[in-house]
């Protein structure tokens, strides 16, 4: 099952996503870790990037496609893959189902997750990651039982740079800019439904379900 979630900054792609691949048993391709890893390792890829990303600017499209193209041509995606950030913008799709079409294979269901702007704002400003083992918390929603430290590692928690204040406007002012375009592509194809986010994780986790059984049966 070849999936798509979108949804602004802070509606909980991440953590949806992480559950769809470990229910599904498909590969999670967040195009925002990938480009976080190679900024934390120094790649070239990284430094290219990392003045956008902390600007909460999108990241020239011509490294983020390649960045996708080589992780799609894995063996793990063959079966499928829930992409999470990607695409980000109308050319981005574009050629996401031009890849897609050289592999004889399609997107099977696109997932708009809606949350209003004031809870996105007070989800992202909570949020805390651990740089060592990855692990992320929510100092209100998904509270560490070692409040500033990782359960996992005992690493010191952080926060995300562009999740301060301002970067997390400019996140939301492109994303307002460029959501739409890319809605109606999908819904032309035939392939959007949208889900309200604002219920808690397991709501959430669960409507998704629903709307990817159909999907799911159709595959299998
Ligand atoms: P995310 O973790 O998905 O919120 O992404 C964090 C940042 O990475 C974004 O604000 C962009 O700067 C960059 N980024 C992630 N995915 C893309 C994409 N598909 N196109 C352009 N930039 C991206």
Redesign the pocket.
């Known amino acids: 099952m070849r999936i798509i979630l979108l949804g602004a900054?802070g509606v909980g792609?991440?953590t949806q996503a992480k559950l769809i691949s470990e229910h599904y048993k498909i590969p999670h391709i967040?195009?925002?870790?990938i480009?976080?890893g190679n900024i934390n390792k120094r790649t070239s890829l990284g430094l290219k990037?990392k003045s956008?990303?902390e600007k909460?600017?999108?990241?020239p499209?011509d490294l983020?496609v390649s960045i996708v193209k080589d992780r799609l041509e894995k063996e793990d995606c063959k079966a499928g893959f829930v992409l999470?950030?990607?695409?980000?913008?109308l050319y981005?799709a574009k050629t996401l189902s031009e890849i897609l079409k050289e592999n004889k294979c399609m997107i099977d269901k696109v997932i708009l997750i809606d949350v209003n702007k004031a809870e996105i704002l007070e989800r992202i400003s909570g949020r805390r990651f651990c740089r060592n083992c990855g692990a992320n918390y929510h100092i209100k929603f998904n509270p560490s039982k070692l409040n500033d430290r990782c359960e996992k590692c005992g690493e010191q928690l952080l926060q995300r740079e562009?999740d301060s204040k301002d970067v997390v406007l400019e996140?939301l002012s492109?994303y307002s800019r460029t959501i739409n375009p890319l809605a109606n592509y999908y819904s032309a194809h035939g392939l959007l439904t949208k889900i309200q986010g604002n219920e808690g994780i397991e709501n959430t986790f669960n409507r998704i379900c629903s709307t990817l059984q159909s999907v799911y049966s159709l595959l299998v």
């Open positions: 900054p792609k991440g967040s195009t925002g870790d480009l976080r990037a956008y990303i909460g600017e999108l990241v499209d983020v999470d950030g990607f695409p980000r913008n981005q562009d996140r492109v």
